[in-house]
């Protein structure tokens, strides 16, 4: 007679299990397949193949019946949501998906659907350097980083190649140089502000930000179905050019042709399963979206790559007779020292010279500042620094206070505007232990797992550092003439800069943090964490480049371990 | 509006359409013109004329806010864009403008008008006018020279390269 419950356990057993599918997921799922593993993806939302499931890639807007605006029966259940355009709602999450209590106000922009927010994300991939790792334990803070950029420096340069950075070789020590392809041109009213600022301020250096578009693909790129980008910037719609990294154009493809990837669409992870005999993890309880059973999947590595935060609740969630508190949670930091980047202050000024040159086409990226402040040494009342994102250029402009015959020829025929040059601050957040996420006690979402309580805000030296970039960006721009200059502090509440981090944190010791230096749990060593949850300390660089390279060599380190025994 | 209604109007406001030059017709295109209307034909007409006048067509073929069917896109992001509320408001100041004889004077009117109402009406009316304009096909592809995925950015080109 045949066993039922063993074959069906056995058809639910693979050699690895990852836990999302964004650009962490994605990594984690190529190179599990590519060393031979079979894997299985969970990915809590929809299926999202490249290509096909991207409805507005690369329409004008005249194809838009409402030109942009969501309708009122869009808007209902989507209070929370953003991407809320005509263009961009298929990725905007329904309220009723993940509610969650906000002890402080707090932006959480999800991804909920294959490839995550690889597709939706702004594609800046800048290196950090020891400036970075060793900001902790230099200033004072979190805990040390068991890991300096030796340790990254070839991770980085693994997933550069695969992924395709567009940027230049600065040569500068606090941005470590990247495998570049040639980058966007910068325009010239950006080049002109770096001209000014090699007079002004000899430590400020305004760069061509580094960007995962390829711009002159190689055939590792081909092999992947990708080519180069033609500078439509309506990234966040999909690409059908393959010209930015996601893991839907990128490695989620590239592990399903190893044949050794599965991907599950509508599973939302309810928790990690710990056998508290064997004294390890066992597999991924699962809520099918759909008909909203529980399937549990098993195998002896996971990977869980579920977005900051949800990687913070499914831990929290992850409760056994061993593990009360959450899975590896006996210090009872699992869920603290959440942290993200200060992006509150924006500035923008106008240029009156250079009227007889403009731009042409569009450019998918911008300039940037790498930090420049407590660089090598503390030189002001605040810890931390910030880099700061430059773009600009000149916008065709009308004179539409008129009517009739005059505002159809003022519209047809515009004029260029002065050159205009925006920046946006992206600081560092210094990581408190009161900055948490943890479980409410009785409320759920729709499939009975526990509402998340997030309790973060802006501290001092935040405060400090909006203040700090206020005027030196208004400096900036009037020594290099600039007019009309506003910078100013949008107030904006934690989480806008969609880069939270930490919560399972990265150290030596297991009292004080979750994971060590190879990402695994402390306490449970087939259990790794690759996401932003892992993150020590947030430094001010976009932080996905830095997840990719730490996933990438985290899974060789599991690989290996596995081979060995030891987990 | 019941659907019933729609439909009837729809069937009102198809007959309105033929009669438009076939100038005007071949220019209009995509879902916007199979929206089922929630506006009177009496209401329509307003809006036509409203768009109209603040965008007419020019003395050389240049085009309107008619032509690229601005009014049809007024029509559908009023419908399905707006709250019951404001949309009863915007049929209201339809109704209270005058088309008749001269619609521009009565917009002027509207313009500057001490009525919170009015004021609103004819910003949203001249608003939405210049979107529907300036994001149209014609008006992008012919003179805004609009490219779907240019292939390039050049930072630093001479102004008389643009045109």
Known sequence: ?567 | MNRRDAVIQLAVASGAWISLPFWMVACRMSDTDRHLSGFSPHEQQTLAAIVDAIIPAGPHHEPGALAVGVDKYLQKLIDDCFEPAARDGVKRQLQAVQPAPDIAASLQRFSVSADKDQKEFFDLMKRETIRGFNTSQQVMTDYLHYKIAPGHYYGNVPVKSQA
């Open chain 1, 1 to 567: 007679m045949p066993d039922h419950q063993t074959d069906s356990a056995t058809s639910r057993t693979y050699d690895a299990i990852v836990i999302g599918s964004g650009a962490s997921g994605g990594w984690a799922a190529k190179e599990l397949c590519d060393k031979g593993l079979k894997t299985l993806v969970l990915e809590r939302g929809r299926e999202v193949q490249h290509i096909r499931d991207y409805p507005n890639a690369s329409k004008p807007p005249w194809f838009f019946p409402h030109r942009g605006t969501v309708t009122v029966e869009e808007k209902k259940n989507h209070a929370q949501s953003r991407f809320m355009t005509e263009e961009t709602y298929n990725w905007a999450l329904p309220d009723d998906e993940q509610p969650f209590i906000q002890e402080k106000p707090f932006r959480w922009v999800r991804g909920y659907h294959m490839g995550g927010k690889s597709l939706l994300w702004a594609r800046q991939t800048q290196r950090w350097s020891d400036l970075d790792f060793e900001g902790p334990a230099r200033d004072g803070f979190a805990v040390d980083w068991p890991i300096r950029y030796k340790d990254l420096q070839t991770w980085y340069s693994y997933v550069e190649r695969f992924a395709g950075i567009a940027g230049n070789r600065d040569g500068l020590p606090e941005l470590p140089d990247s495998e570049v392809m040639p980058g966007f041109e910068q325009s010239c009213i950006e080049l002109h502000l770096k001209d000014s600022l090699r007079e002004h301020f000899p430590d400020r250096h305004l760069i061509q930000a580094r960007c995962a578009h390829l711009t002159d693909p190689q055939p590792i790129h081909v092999q992947q179905g990708r080519s180069k980008c033609q500078n439509q910037t309506m990234c966040n719609r999909g690409c059908i050019f393959g010209a930015y990294f996601s893991s839907n154009a990128s490695t989620l493809p590239w592990a399903m042709k190893t044949g050794n990837c599965t991907i599950r669409p509508w599973s939302v992870v309810h928790s990690v399963i710990f056998d508290d005999v064997k004294g390890k993890a066992t597999g991924v309880r699962v809520i099918d979206a759909t008909s909203k059973e529980t399937i549990e999947f098993h195998a002896p590595l996971i990977f869980v790559n579920a977005s900051t935060l949800n990687t913070n609740a499914i831990l929290l969630n992850s409760k056994s007779r061993r593990f009360p508190a959450g899975l590896g949670n006996d210090n009872g930091l699992l869920g603290k020292f959440i942290s993200w980047h200060n992006y509150r202050g924006k500035g923008g000024a106008e240029f009156e010279g250079l009227t007889d040159r403009t731009t042409d086409g569009r450019n998918p990226s911008n300039s940037y500042i790498p930090r420049f402040r407590n660089l090598f040494r503390r030189d002001t009342n605040f810890l931390r620094g910030y880099a700061i994102g430059i773009g600009g250029g000149r916008s065709p402009w009308s004179d539409t206070s008129v009517t009739g015959d005059r505002l159809r020829e003022n519209l047809l025929h515009p004029r260029l505007g002065n050159w205009y040059l925006s920046s946006w601050m992206m600081g560092e957040c210094v990581p408190v232990e009161s900055n948490h996420v943890r479980l409410h006690p009785a409320l759920t979402d729709k499939y009975g797992i526990p509402q998340l309580i997030v309790s973060c805000d802006w501290s001092e030296n935040d405060e400090k550092m909006v203040q700090d970039y206020i005027a030196q960006m208004t400096d900036m721009y009037e020594k290099a003439g600039f007019v009309n200059i506003h910078v100013t502090d949008t107030h904006s509440p934690p989480g806008s800069d969609i880069h939270e981090m930490g919560g399972v944190r990265m150290g030596w010791d297991p009292k004080t943090s979750l994971v060590n230096r190879w990402n695994q749990l402390h306490l449970c060593k087939n259990v790794f964490v690759t996401d932003g949850a892992c993150m020590t300390s947030t430094s001010c660089q976009n932080p996905t480049l830095t997840y990719m390279a730490l996933t990438a060599r985290a899974v060789d380190h599991a690989v290996e371990e596995r081979k060995k025994g030891n987990i």
